[in-house]
């Protein structure tokens, strides 16, 4: 009896041993990277892509964005990395041109994604000058005003801000007969600060630009050392007036937790998000007081001498050249594109396909983020311009923080800005 | 006798091979590298031979002397010192009769010890929680006692920036100089004291004739220690206030991370990173001429 065990258990072993390495074979198995923090919803997704899919397997990995781009740009300089990378729009050229993203452009053309690539937006951050495809635009968003609808009534405010001085004005009469902070936004300095945005859309709806194209194709600033100070003082009288509480300047992202906080709880009027952060501002709100109607309202931002404006921002999704499957991993980008992921898993996120953006229902909540679409531009001359985006940021964000907080005077600090940029835009152009 | 040297160098030759492995061939590596206008976007093509035009650019360039203040002053020589004689307090009372007398020796030795045990990065988002400008446990007994009337922004008010930074640095850090002094304070002979006290010595006395150079070469090693350990220090700084607000907080450690992972540009930080192997390199010098020795001639 003990000799046929052991001969049984001989047998189960080899037959392992040999069936094992062909049926590992026969399963490939793909890496996605992802930045956001629906890891569980992505993941129920990707379960549904296995079971269509029944020779893949997907392992999902998650990093924050902030160590996104440097990760994956080590890693597949060394031949390393994810098959499938979750990327911002802007990132996706110098990503191609580093060589650390496939060129999709067979692909595309051999299996369309959804309705055909031309009905992607945002198509030429994907796509370099000689025609290739670096990246299938995924999602798509813009940044709008959010409002507390019962404390700009309790501030005698009837209706919204219209230009950047009533936002200014009406910020400190919401702080005036309420006692609480009208337009509470982020001061902080970090690399991927929200001030940067705040300052480019003042600077647009102004018609100025960090980054401009000139008619003979070459790249440019269009800003001088006023309007960089004008931007500074303009955010850094509601730290000095109160309206916006100093604490803020220890908030770098328009998802702090103090401002979330601070909109849920009453405590702060105004603010500006993109629309994953509000739809969270109102799941919060409606966790803390089920039943109540929502006390929110979005708008546009305000107008400055020539426009009100914001960016057409999102994300995309790059194939990493070093990855062994390049056909299931832009299976897998396709599925990722579809319908289904936008209405049943990753809800936060506006798709980039045209045709499906269409088909999104704007809550009323949400049609101030509609109308500010209308408004939005692509970054378009800062990501084909010579200076990496991430530096102008990481500079723009520090001169920021250092003049709000008093480190340097507005002036100092607009010059240095100046400065940096104009060198970061040398140094590439060399 | 060659045997001998061939044995010798035989058994040398394994240690020689990792430290040229992992400490000698990254050092030349990016003693190039720092030479070249290397990027993060490039690291496929490579970089440009630019001599010493990244050195040029920090050593001149307004940013170095602010960071290379705040590196030496702030980071290093206030929390260094606060951490020498906190560390002392400390130990003095550990060594007290009176805890003793008390009972409350261990659990006071276990306490001081907790912090010690808290990694540096729960360290720091432990006290940013506690110091948050609105939900923090700090601001709010301020406000409750009403001391301050808005909350306060510890990490990014210039005012308490570099204290609060100081301060989750000293916490983290305190129990290995207070253990070590604790350690050589009780090497200390109690005949000692004893004959000083009978000789009508005063407490102050005794402390400063007999414990103080008892404790002195424990104090030169803590001291030399704890600068090589917080002058190259990123974590604290990094997390707690990302070198900000503006660059109020930037030190060598994180300009070499903000140029090299921001700013995409790995020669300039790869100068940098030299540039601070070098001043670090001063402290070893001043380590082998001042501490190696007496520590040889103890052992002997």
């Known amino acids: 009896m003990r000799n046929l065990l052991v001969k049984a258990a001989a047998l189960v072993i080899a037959a ?12 490939v198995n793909l890496t996605f990277r992802f930045n956001d923090t629906e890891e569980k919803e992505l993941r129920a997704a990707l379960d549904q892509f296995e079971k269509q899919n029944p020779g893949i397997k997907v392992t999902l990995q998650r990093i924050g964005w902030r160590d996104a781009r440097d990760q994956y740009l080590r890693e597949a300089a060394v031949g390393q990395g994810p098959d499938v990378v979750h990327v911002a729009q802007v990132w996706v050229k110098e990503i191609g041109q580093a060589g650390a993203a496939l060129p999709l452009n067979d692909l595309v053309k051999s299996s369309p994604p959804g309705s ?16 290739k495809i670096f990246g299938l635009p995924w999602t798509t968003d813009t940044w709008a005003m959010v409002y507390r609808t019962d404390l700009l009534k309790e501030a005698g405010i009837d209706k919204l801000p219209d230009t950047w001085t009533q936002l200014h004005d009406d910020s400190a009469q919401v702080k005036k007969r309420t ?24 600077w647009w709806s102004n018609g100025k630009a960090m980054v401009v194209q000139k008619p003979d194709g070459t790249y440019g600033m269009n800003l001088t ?27 770098s992202d328009a998802h702090d937790p103090a401002i979330l906080q601070a909109l849920v709880t009453g405590q702060q009027a105004m603010a500006a998000m993109p629309p994953n952060t509000y739809k969270q501002v109102l799941e919060m709100y409606t966790a803390a007081n089920p039943g ?14 020539v426009t009100r404006s914001s960016m057409i921002g999102g994300r995309m999704l790059v194939i990493n050249p070093n990855s062994k499957h390049p056909q299931e991993a832009w299976k897998l980008v396709k599925f990722l594109a579809s319908e289904p992921i936008f209405t049943q898993y990753y809800t936060t996120q506006f798709p980039a396909q045209r045709s499906l953006l269409k088909n999104v229902n704007w809550s009323p909540e949400l049609k101030g983020f509609a ?31 250092a003049a709000l907080s008093g480190q340097r005077s507005e002036q100092d600090a607009a010059q240095e800005l100046l400065q940096a940029v104009s060198k970061l835009m040398q140094n590439r152009a060399q | 006798m060659r045997g001998e040297r061939l044995f010798i160098a035989g058994m040398l030759a394994p240690a020689f091979v990792v430290l040229a492995l992992f400490y000698a061939y ?3 590596q990016n003693l190039l590298v720092s030479f070249t206008d290397l990027s993060l976007l490039g690291l496929k093509r490579g970089g440009n031979w630019v001599g010493l035009d990244n050195y040029r650019e920090f050593l001149t360039g307004p940013e170095f002397r602010h960071v290379l203040f705040n590196t030496v002053v702030w980071l290093t020589a206030l929390s260094v010192a606060l951490r020498l004689l906190m560390g002392l307090g400390i130990a003095l009372l550990l060594d007290s009769a009176l805890l003793r007398r008390w009972r409350l020796s261990t659990i006071a030795k276990v306490a001081v010890l907790m912090p010690w045990a808290t990694p540096p990065i729960v360290a720091v988002v432990v006290w940013r929680w506690m110091l948050e400008p609105q939900n923090g446990i700090v601001n709010a007994v301020l406000r409750n006692l009403h001391i301050v009337d808005d909350p306060v922004a510890f990490f990014a008010d210039l005012r308490t920036v570099w204290p609060s930074v100081v301060m989750v640095i000293v916490w983290n850090t305190v129990p290995i100089v207070a253990v070590s002094l604790l350690a050589s304070l009780q090497s200390i002979p109690d005949e000692l004291n004893e004959a000083a006290a009978l000789d009508g010595a005063s407490r102050l006395q005794q402390f400063r004739y007999i414990t103080l150079p008892f404790l002195m070469p424990t104090i030169v090693v803590l001291t030399l220690m704890s600068v090589f350990w917080t002058f190259n220090n990123f974590v604290y700084v990094w997390l707690a206030t990302g070198a ?8 060598l450690a994180t300009e070499i991370y903000i140029k090299a992972f921001v700013d995409f540009r790995l020669g300039y930080s790869s100068a940098v990173g030299i540039v601070m192997a070098l001043v670090m390199a001063g402290f070893g010098v001043a380590y082998y001429r001042f501490v190696a020795p007496r520590e040889l001639k103890e052992g002997m």
Not at chain 1, 16 to 27: C, L, S
Not at chain 1, 384 to 395: R, T, V
Request: proline content about 9%; charged content about 10%; some cysteine.
């Open chain 1, 116 to 131: 055909g690539f031309t009905d992607f937006m945002a198509q030429e951050l994907a796509q370099t000058k000689d025609g």
């Open chain 1, 371 to 401: 109308e500010q679409l209308g408004y939005a531009r692509t970054w378009g001359p800062y990501s084909d311009g010579p200076a990496p985006i991430g530096a102008m940021w990481n500079a723009t964000g520090r001169a920021f923080s």
């Open chain 1, 16 to 27: 392992a041993i040999a069936i094992g390495p062909a049926w590992a074979q026969g399963t």
């Open chain 1, 179 to 202: 006692g609480k902070t009208g337009f509470g936004f982020p001061a902080g300095g970090s690399s991927s600060g929200a001030i940067w945005f705040l300052a480019n859309f003042y």
């Open chain 1, 292 to 305: 109540k109607p929502l006390p929110f309202v979005s708008g546009p931002f305000p107008k400055g001498s």
């Open chain 2, 244 to 251: 900000g607000p503006g660059t109020f907080t930037n030190v």
């Open chain 1, 225 to 251: 050392v006023a309007d960089i100070a004008d931007c500074m003082h303009y955010f850094k009288s509601f730290l000095t007036e109160g309206h916006n509480p100093t604490s803020n300047l220890s908030a």
């Open chain 2, 26 to 28: 990254p050092t030349l």
